[in-house]
């Protein structure tokens, strides 16, 4: 069974600190990995799909990179504003499914 | 676009009484997904359905079922419905899960069992 896990479980930086949160997970075997945003009460945005021949995708001031062979993936946000504040979740695709990790929540202080 | 809407948003129920969530999809997917997701427990996965007319198990799926008659509607009934189901239900959908495919969910529907 694919385990993800996400640490930290929470992050506060002060606005203008880059961000880095971590995604691992047990099965190497995915097909890709995505990462979402969560606002509170609302639902999931994706942020970044990375596919499993990929080593890392960029939009605007995210940054994904993907190491397949050790697990392990990194969500980089540059120069964080307050407006980055949510929960991060990776998500890897594997046998038709998304497994998710419990998320990481993001406090960006002005 | 609308993407992935959800009917619907709020719902309380009694212990017993049985409902359905429905989920419809505009793009032209072929996989969909329920998850519920509950506090400290993440995002878990209760049934899902790789094309029309198919529909599996996922981590969770006592206590609910899931129809896919047209493509772009994936239903989950709960036919007694239970304190234990009070969580967060989202649906979600993508075009496959292969290569470079995305997923996407819809808002939400939050279910409180009484």
């Known amino acids: 069974k694919q385990e993800v896990t996400q640490i930290p479980a929470a992050l506060s930086v002060p606005e203008g600190e880059n961000l880095v949160l971590n995604c691992s997970f047990t099965?190497?075997?995915?097909?890709?990995l995505q990462w979402f945003r969560q606002d509170p009460g609302k639902g999931l945005t994706s942020l970044l799909l990375?596919?499993?021949?990929?080593r890392e995708q960029t939009s605007g001031r995210l940054n994904a990179s993907l190491d397949k062979s050790s697990g392990r993936s990194t969500l980089y946000i540059a120069a964080s504003q307050p407006g980055d504040s949510a929960t991060y979740l990776c998500a890897v695709i594997t046998d038709y499914k998304l497994s998710f990790g419990a998320g990481t929540t993001v406090t960006v202080r002005a | 676009n609308a993407g992935v809407t959800q009917t619907p948003k709020f719902r309380v129920l009694k212990t017993g009484q049985s409902m359905t969530l429905l989920c419809a999809q505009d793009m032209n997917h072929e996989y969909m997904y329920w998850y519920r997701q509950d506090p400290g427990m993440g995002l878990r996965l209760i049934h899902y359905?790789?094309?029309?007319?198919?529909?599996a198990k996922g981590e969770v799926p006592d206590g609910y079922n899931v129809s896919r008659l047209k493509k772009q509607n994936f239903l989950l009934g709960l036919e007694s419905a239970a304190p234990s189901q009070t969580s967060v239900y989202f649906c979600?959908?993508?075009?496959?899960?292969?290569?470079?495919?995305?997923?996407?969910f819809g808002q939400g529907t939050r279910l409180t069992v009484v």
């Open positions: 099965d190497s075997a995915i097909y890709n």
């Open positions: 359905s790789v094309g029309e007319g198919t529909t």
């Open positions: 979600a959908s993508s075009r496959g899960a292969t290569l470079n495919t995305e997923a996407f």
């Open positions: 990375i596919q499993s021949s990929q």
